[in-house]
């Protein structure tokens, strides 16, 4: 039983893990911000499974990039999330009814469960990557979040090539 329990973690971290090559490997082939941001939409409602998104990038000109990325002040997050934001990794589970409407904007009605996780290049923060499921138990607590880490570090790498961006104040 206990072998049959770790071959399914095994098979279902190595199908995460595919996921996450493939998501990388199309980020990184992106040649315009538009294509990045395609890229990215495609994997996270196809390959897994989010009901909405949300990115929020920090940036001194608020803009509006697309339909689910945005530019806002850290200021601005501060005030909305300031806790996801100062967080050493993921926020995973559920969130309050402001974080919610901050993050996924006109989808937000839709999340029952989230993963959030603060983009860093080094000790700065760059963005906020948000994850929505209609299912509450699809994103909890005691998930793993070693696969959503890396896809973390390559936005971080990948963003200010892209959106040139400015200082965060």
Known sequence: EQLDTLVEFATRNHEIFEKTVRL???LLDAEDVNSLF????ESLAKDFGCT????IVFDA???QINHFATC???TTAHEYVADIVNADGPTLGVLNDLQQDFLFRHASATVRSALVLPVRSGNTIVA???????DADYFNPDMGTTFVNFIADALAR????Y???TDTG
């Not at 395609?38 to 939409?41: D, G, M, R």
């Not at 906020?128 to 209609?134: D, E, K």
């Open 24 to 26: 990388i490997l199309a």
């Open 38 to 41: 395609q890229s990215l939409e």
């Open 52 to 55: 909405a998104y949300g990115l």
């Open 61 to 63: 000109q608020p803009r």
């Open 72 to 74: 806002v002040t850290l």
């Open 128 to 134: 906020v990557l948000a994850l929505g499921s209609g």
């Open 158 to 161: 990948l963003l200010p090539r």
């Open 163 to 165: 959106l040139f961006l």
